[in-house]
Structure formats: C-alpha cells, structure tokens
C-alpha cells in the first residue's frame, strides 16, 4: 500500500475531470499539496493497438497500475502529497462494456480482480457526466475533444458507477441542483474528506460544504 493516499476522479465524459484538476492547480488550498496523473488511456493511443482489440484495455491496465506505481515510488517517502488521478485502473471496464464484450470476462483477460484495483486506492470521487442531469452544458466534438452522444456518455457513467459502486470510499457526485461552482466545491470537499482519513492535518482544512 502507498504512504500516500492515490484518490480517482472518475466519471462519464464531460463529468469536470479535467477542469477540477486545473482548478486545484491554482487553489491556494490545494497548489502543491497534490500531484496529478493523466489520463492513461492518452499514453496507450501511441503504442499502436487499436481500441477495438481486447489487448488494448488490458494495456491500458497495464500502464496505469505501473505508471501510477513509478510515479509514487519516484515521490520522496516523506513527501506526503496526494496523488490524484485522472481516472483509476479499473475504468478501463466501462469502455470494455461500452465495445459490447462481456463484463465477466473483463478480469480474466487483464489477469486483475477488483478487490485489487480497489485496494490500490484510498477514495473514488465520481464526477458524473453533465450529460446526465445538466444537457446544456455537454459539449462534445468539435467543440470539445469526445464523440460521445449524450446518451452513450450516460451509458459510460453507468458503467463506472457499477464498476467502482463498492469500493467503501466511493462518492458520486451528481448534478441536480448544482451548477459547475457547487459541483466543484463538492468534490473538493470530498477530496479534503479522503485526504484527511489518511494525512490527518497535513492537507487543507476540510471545506463547510457537504458533499452529495
């Protein structure tokens, strides 16, 4: 286990991922209290397996448990900072789902079970995709970077939901009655929550703001 908590931020396509990443880059409460991992799915693109190969998500799986690993193992041991990544090595099971192949077999193939993808985790916050309770402000290509219909990102957030629904630090945070601003200080004060279970006072006071 890790001297550090790993927490995911997972979620359907235009869940706020990306943008609660930068924003606590620039948090006096958060800046240089974390690091942050990328999405690893954008390291798989470049290794030349087509998505529509099984191997492709058991890459994926691959390169996210070990990069995640090097990234911690690089971290000084007395450097206490969260690591926060951009979606956990147990994601890749909603887009196995979303290529229509089994979800009993999603483990057998990537040699995993998920009680080990758990215990690589202290917390999973789920941003659910806007798509799901706030239409208006999903966006998909050209002018953002998914394909995504409303619908199928629905269908990927369900997947997620059912793949990290029972890890016993799992919160899901919807979008009914909130906009962006409340969404995002949601998240961080489950995040605040997470880190200090783990680092007591090390990390930012916890926000007065409940998470949902």
Known sequence: MSARPRIVLTGGPGGGKST???ELRVDPAWAGRFVAWPETVSFARIVGIPPTEKLFERVVVNLATALEDALDRALD???RRVILCHRGSLDAMA????????PDEFFEFTRTTREGHYARYAGVIHL????????????RWPDAHRPESPAEAVAVDD????????HPWYRRIDNVGRDWAAK???ARATLAEMALSWLGNAT????SIESG
């Not at 887009?95 to 089994?102: K, P, Y």
């Not at 997947?159 to 029972?166: F, M």
């Open 20 to 22: 609660l990443i930068e």
């Open 77 to 79: 041991p007395a450097d």
């Open 95 to 102: 887009f196995w789902r979303q290529r229509g192949w089994s």
């Open 128 to 139: 659910v995709t806007a798509a799901d309770g706030a239409p208006a402000a999903y966006t």
């Open 159 to 166: 997947w997620l939901a059912e793949a990290w629904g029972s």
């Open 184 to 186: 995002s200080m949601a």
């Open 204 to 207: 930012p006071s916890r926000p």
